[in-house]
């Protein structure tokens, strides 16, 4: 099904009554292979991981645990935040 203009998937009562009918569960479209981060990585290392593996989003984790997830706009957002920081010479 086409995404209506302004990139908002369609939520029509026909739309939802066909993912019903459909019954297709999570498990037969989700990846396994999942790229993680810990909370302590640097966000040098999550471009990194994005770039590599053509992903748009990271989980996060602590000790093994699904703390937060963060995007590849968060990145760029935090980066262009801190854009002074990064153009600083150094000596």
Request: aromatic fraction near 2%; avoid cysteine; charged fraction near 30%.
């Amino acid at each position: 099904m086409a995404t209506p203009a302004g990139g908002r998937r369609d939520t029509r009562p026909e739309f939802l009554a066909e993912i019903r009918l459909n019954q297709q569960h999570v498990r037969g479209i989700m990846h396994t292979a999942i790229i993680s981060a810990d909370e302590e990585a640097s966000l040098a290392e999550l471009a990194d991981l994005m770039v590599k593996h053509g992903i748009k989003r990271v989980p996060i984790l602590r000790d093994g645990v699904l703390v937060g997830i963060v995007s590849r706009a968060d990145v760029v957002r935090a980066m262009v935040e801190n854009l002074d920081d990064l153009l600083e010479p150094t000596d």
